[in-house]
């Protein structure tokens, strides 16, 4: 039993909660939500230490024994990414409080915020079922807002299809966990992880396993993502940051968990599948990338490329695959949420998003433009920076495997990376300088330092990747070894 | 009984596409309530129909219905009653903004 593990839920709800009451008063709303987010990191410090030195911390909410209750398991792997959630949650915030419209501020921005960091922490932490689908629905429902937030013509079109392919994905979520409940009795993840071990997964288990493939991959953007660039690009720059950092990421978080510790029986049938899908993203996410010359949806491209790229890790279901992904998880959630910002950040400059009238950045902005050419480096993965060791693992992992031709295209995707964000740094900040001081629609005040944050993180990602070796080893033995996390939730 | 009600859930299913298909926002909307309700429907069917006494504490009844899937139906109603109630002002919004609920006429334009 370790209470701390409810921390990270419960201090960004209630503090959003709180904020909903005093939701005029912008300042109080901007301390007491950094308050809550920064107690969040230091929450999650604290858990991965502990879990580095006892293992696998759980909780059973209510004093109910699982698998009756409803558990909350902390292990490596989620102890790691509430680390990279919450970085991500402040510099966004960070960055949202100077770009946000005072207006907007005042229509309960920062509450919900805070609830879509809270069903993303949930997510992370909740060793149930059902709970699982309920933080979903809370980091949904706040999603679905924050898209629309606003409130511009272009905004509300997208939003709508954001929304509706998500309700449907939520309701084929439910039908799986009603299959799921029927065949075995139980919603507990480890205690589901048991049941299916010993009855064997025959072919329904399988087929409630690709019904749930569907609906995270749909999350994920894992091939159905189809929705992603259109809602990706609407929203304002510090909501798309989050949405990119964060949204897909639980997906993958979900599709990991599931498939390493409940469906992890029948590799060569769903393992390959997963396999293919990671295939066909990241191609068609490549090609995205390189084929538009619109720097939101080029970036929104890079999102699907590495959605493809992580869950490669796991199809290989070896150490080093899992250990790659892990790697490149972190430094993915922390590299698309600078991106983003940097992107937002020339669009403020220059008021287009358009490559083909965006010229010259780097000679008003060094600091900005550097700091664009490291993160596209670190995308690529040349070392020392962040990206590096998780392809060099990932890639390793899928010829172990087996899987030559997945860690072929994740090799070539890469270039598609390279090529794309090069053209970026080249159109948008070589070349000729186009815009005076004076006709820069705004200035890079008090956005930089969320910059600057994110920038620091992933270089110290990169060149500390020894620092946080022993920790993503940790948890990848963990998510290799189900019966760890078994073993956790019933002692 | 409950193969009845699992063929229910089925017809429920299959009028949720066809609403969902179609081009008007209402309609969608109520399309995936349908669905959200056939879903309901599923997970009540989930653990089994009448198969007992109500779940309270007796010392004469020795079998009860299970009662964690009533838990789990009364929160998806919720969700999925306030998602819906969310999506209709939405779908309002659009409607004033756009002066359409076509879909057709949503789909976005070519350059922006």
């Known amino acids: 039993m370790n209470n701390l593990l409810i921390a990270p839920v419960v201090l960004p709800l209630i ?48 004093g109910w024994e699982a698998p009756y209750g409803i558990s909350f398991v902390g292990d490596m792997f989620s102890a790691l990414l509430l680390l990279a959630t919450s970085i991500v949650a402040v510099c966004c915030l960070i960055y949202a409080f100077t770009t946000m419209g005072r207006k907007q501020q005042k229509l309960y921005f920062y509450p919900l915020f805070l609830f879509l960091v809270t069903g993303v922490n949930g997510s992370f932490l909740t060793g149930d079922l059902f709970n699982l689908y309920v933080f979903f629905e809370l980091f949904l429902v706040s999603s679905y807002v924050l898209i629309t937030f606003g409130g511009e013509k272009r905004q509300l079109r997208e939003s709508l299809k954001y929304i509706f392919t998500n309700i449907i994905s939520s309701a084929f979520f439910l039908m799986g966990v009603a299959y799921l409940y029927s065949i075995t009795g139980t919603l507990n993840l480890a205690d589901l992880s048991l049941k299916i071990a010993e009855v064997g997964q025959d072919g329904l288990i399988t087929t409630v396993a690709f019904l749930f493939l569907i609906v995270f991959a749909l999350k994920a953007g894992l091939l159905l993502f189809f929705w992603l660039p259109g809602s990706y690009s609407v929203p304002p720059t510090a909501i798309a940051a989050i949405f990119a950092a964060l949204l897909t990421k639980v997906g993958i978080y979900a599709i990991f968990r599931m498939f390493t510790l409940i469906f992890y029986h029948e590799p060569q049938i769903t393992h390959w599948f997963i396999g293919i899908l990671a295939a066909l993203t990241m ?80 000679r008003r902005h060094p600091g900005l433009g550097w700091m664009f050419f490291l993160a596209a480096l670190s995308m690529v993965g040349i070392p020392p920076l962040s990206g590096f060791l998780g392809k060099v693992f990932i890639t390793r992992g899928t010829f172990e495997g087996g899987y030559f031709w997945l860690g072929a295209i994740g090799l070539v995707a890469s270039l598609f ?35 600057v944050l994110l920038t620091v993180v992933s270089l110290a990602l990169g060149i500390g990747a020894e620092g946080i070796a022993c920790y993503v080893t940790q948890a990848a033995e963990e998510l290799l070894n189900p019966s760890l996390y078994i073993q956790a939730v019933f002692d | 009984m409950d193969t009845l009600i699992v063929i229910l859930v089925g017809i429920l299913v299959t009028i949720g596409t066809y609403l969902i298909l179609s081009r008007h926002l209402l309609r969608i909307v109520l399309g995936t309530s349908i669905i959200g309700h056939a879903v309901n429907l599923l997970i009540i069917t989930s653990g089994g129909l009448k198969t007992g006494a109500a779940p309270l504490l007796g010392e004469k009844i020795t079998d009860f219905t299970d009662a964690l899937p009533q838990a789990l139906v009364l929160t998806a109603i919720v969700i999925n009653f306030a998602v819906t109630a969310l999506v209709l002002v939405l779908c309002y919004r659009a409607y004033q903004g756009f002066g359409t609920d076509d879909l057709e006429q949503l789909r976005g334009e070519e350059h922006e």
């Not at chain 1, 410090?45 to 909410?61: A, D, K, P, R």
């Not at chain 1, 080029?298 to 699907?304: A, P, W």
């Not at chain 1, 600078?338 to 287009?352: A, C, E, K, Y």
């Not at chain 1, 390279?418 to 005040?445: C, D, I, P, R, V």
Request: hydrophobic residues 55%.
């Open chain 1, 283 to 362: 191609i068609l996410g490549g090609l995205g990338a390189i084929g538009f010359w619109d720097l939101k949806k080029i970036l929104t491209y890079n999102v699907v490329i590495s959605v493809g790229f992580i869950v490669a890790g796991l199809v290989s279901l070896t150490s080093a695959g899992i250990t790659g992904s892990i790697y490149y998880l972190i430094h993915d959630m922390i590299i698309k949420a600078l991106i983003f910002l940097i992107g937002g950040t020339v669009i403020h400059l220059t008021g287009t998003s358009d490559l083909k009238e965006i010229s010259g950045l780097i």
């Open chain 1, 15 to 62: 503090i959003g909660m709180v904020l909903i009451i005093f939701h005029t008063n912008i300042k109080l709303q901007r301390v007491l939500s950094l308050i809550a987010l920064l107690a969040t990191s230091a929450v999650s410090v604290l858990l991965i230490n502990q879990i580095h030195q006892q293992g696998i911390q759980t909780l059973q909410l209510g």
């Open chain 1, 417 to 451: 990376i390279l090529y794309s964000m090069m053209k970026l740094f080249m159109n948008a900040f070589w070349g000729e300088m186009k815009l005076s001081e004076e006709e820069e629609l705004g200035t890079t005040k008090g956005l930089i330092l969320p910059i």
